[in-house]
């Protein structure tokens, strides 16, 4: 079956006692036992029956089944957000004394979390440009425990070439992670690219119109040992899995995520045509554009739509306030994928507490808008740019 069709059709693990046909959220904590021992098979994991929903749930276990068949994993966890998976994730590949290689280009949480939370904890973040291989090499040695990377860099549009990364991981021995928020992972295939992991903020494109928090890890099980880790330490210690409430919206959000994101895509890449067209726009981030400078690697790791996340510069930063103020139908708020087109400033906004200097070593620029497409019409929303720059 191809991936739209999966994405509804995965059946449930037992069958529900009223034969409902969509997934019931089971708002419950604890579950009853027939006997003393079943009830100790399933505490010491000899049985999948659940036990307490801090770390099983019927819900959240159909939401993470769906994923496993739309990407071929061996295991997914999900978790309550974006940050629980990715920290799950870093947390289980390293220890202390051991370093972690990655962009400088980095989320804003995912790097105060490797510079500063996992630091306290004696891990080393080595932040550098992963579209240098030579850089990247450079850096490796015996106490490097994963290369970690996000598949579109927010807001620089930075695109790195996974199989090449893949190569450096691998030849040491060492899984290599990816953060994949920016392309759905029913885009393109994970473990062919050289992907041991994938984190993936299902905030964004799973859940659709921002309905509900969540995060998930897909594990293609290359790399057993950590795989014990999430499922066991993560998931029962650090206490983030996902409520059956976020599993239950997020698993309706996989059932239109395609049809939504073929369409926000298809948008978006409208949008940076004009954009580049367009008077006052100096210049436009997007890595469907064939002048991209990862236009063509883009293309052959995720395929021909290029994500809902475009990016575009102007004169100076006042040009851009005085934008996002006369903006009337796209909204001035955070957030990526919803089903309504947004405006952010990210350098006084997202990287507003950094300084100067950190802002410039992550290339965000005072002058750089982002905007996440949305479901609108794009001739209506290309009208609300234009009337906006007029301002
Ligand atoms: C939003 C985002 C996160 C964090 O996700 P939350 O669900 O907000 O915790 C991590 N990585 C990327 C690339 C994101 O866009």
């Known amino acids: ?32 036992f027939d006997d003393a021992d079943v009830m100790a ?48 994730m870093l947390f289980s590949a390293a220890s202390a004394g051991k370093n972690i290689i990655s962009s400088r280009h980095l989320f804003g949480n995912t790097y105060l979390l490797l510079t500063r939370t996992m630091a306290r904890y004696g891990v080393e973040a080595r932040l550098t440009d992963l ?13 490097t425990c994963c290369i970690f990377l996000e598949s579109v860099t927010n807001p620089q549009t930075e695109v790195a070439d996974v199989r090449v990364l893949a190569d450096i991981a691998h030849s040491h021995g060492i899984p290599l992670i990816a953060d994949t928020t920016m392309i759905p992972f029913t885009q393109f295939d994970g473990r062919a690219l050289g992907l041991d992991f994938q984190v993936v903020s299902t905030t964004k494109y799973v859940s659709g119109g921002a309905t509900s928090l969540g995060g998930v890890i897909i594990d293609y099980g290359n790399f057993p040992e950590i795989s014990t880790f999430i499922k066991k ?47 006052g726009v100096v210049t436009v981030g997007y890595p469907g554009l064939e002048s991209h ?42 957030n990526l994928f919803d089903n309504r087109t947004l405006a952010i400033h990210p350098a006084s906004t997202i990287f507003g507490p950094l300084t100067q200097e950190q802002r410039d070593a992550m290339d965000v620029k005072d002058t750089t808008i982002r905007l996440s497409v949305g479901l609108e019409d794009p001739e209506d ?10 301002q």
């Open 233 to 279: 330490d993560s998931v029962f210690n650090f206490g983030g899995y996902m409520t059956p409430h976020a599993a239950y919206m997020q698993t309706l959000g996989l059932e239109t995520l395609d049809v939504r994101y073929e369409r926000q895509a298809a948008s978006a890449l409208k949008l940076a045509r004009m954009l580049v067209q367009t008077p």
């Open 1 to 32: 079956m191809k991936n739209t069709t999966k994405a509804i059709h995965t059946p449930y693990q037992r069958r529900d006692a009223y034969d409902a046909l969509q997934m019931p959220v089971y708002h419950t904590l604890a579950y009853e």
């Open 41 to 88: 098979d399933a505490f010491c994991g000899r049985t999948d029956a659940p036990d307490y929903s801090r770390v099983l749930n019927p819900t959240v276990t159909h939401f993470e089944q769906r994923i496993a068949s739309l990407t071929g994993a061996k295991e997914v966890s999900a978790f309550t957000s974006g940050m629980a998976a990715i920290s799950a």
């Open 293 to 334: 400078p990862q236009h063509k690697v883009f293309k052959e790791q995720y395929g021909d739509a290029a994500g809902a996340m475009l990016t575009f510069d102007l004169e100076s930063e006042d040009a851009c306030k005085s934008f996002i103020n006369g903006l009337k139908l796209i909204h001035r708020a955070t």
């Open 131 to 143: 579209t240098d291989p030579k850089a990247v090499k450079a850096l490796v040695d015996d106490n």
């Open 381 to 390: 929303l290309f009208a609300d740019i234009i009337q906006a720059l007029e």
